[in-house]
């Protein structure tokens, strides 16, 4: 009998923790119908997406759970404040600049955003604004045609 496909999407720092706990309870119920981490089923599919360019944990024992996509949404070097950073690319933007000024971060500081938005959700929603098509969309695409047998 055929699985249901179901795609489990973590977000930012707690949502990735809640998908590595959901895989591995998986893997728990699993094992004692007496299936391996080997036969884990194909169609059933996690993905963490968060700011950090490097795969990070707030719990390190659910950092080593397999089987999970890692999407960061930015790369070694970005800078949100600077010329060409992204905040003006975001305020300069036709599609999304207007939008961007009712909820932009506050100038005053900015994080190291290739190791996270600093806790601070209006950073984390600049950075997905900014990279979520370019970065994720392709990969989530991938996944979700990935062979369910």
Not at 95 to 111: L, M, S, T, V, Y
């Amino acid at each position: 009998m055929p699985l249901p496909r179901m795609l489990f999407i973590g977000c930012g720092g707690s949502g990735m923790d809640t998908v590595r706990l959901v895989r591995r309870r998986l893997e728990q119920r699993l094992d004692l119908l007496g299936l391996s981490p080997e036969q884990f089923p194909v169609a059933w599919q996690f993905v963490n997406i968060d700011v950090p360019a490097v795969e990070s944990a707030t719990d390190m024992s659910l950092i080593a759970t397999k089987g999970i996509e890692y999407i960061g949404l930015t790369s070694p070097g970005d800078k949100y404040l600077h010329a060409g950073g992204i905040d003006e690319s975001l305020v300069g933007a036709k599609d999304k600049g207007e939008d961007f000024a009712q909820w932009r971060p506050n100038q005053a500081f900015a994080p190291d955003i290739t190791k996270g938005a600093g806790n601070i959700r209006a950073f984390g929603r600049a950075i997905g604004a900014w990279s979520l098509d370019e970065r994720a969309r392709g990969r989530i695409s991938v996944l979700s045609k990935t062979q369910w047998e």
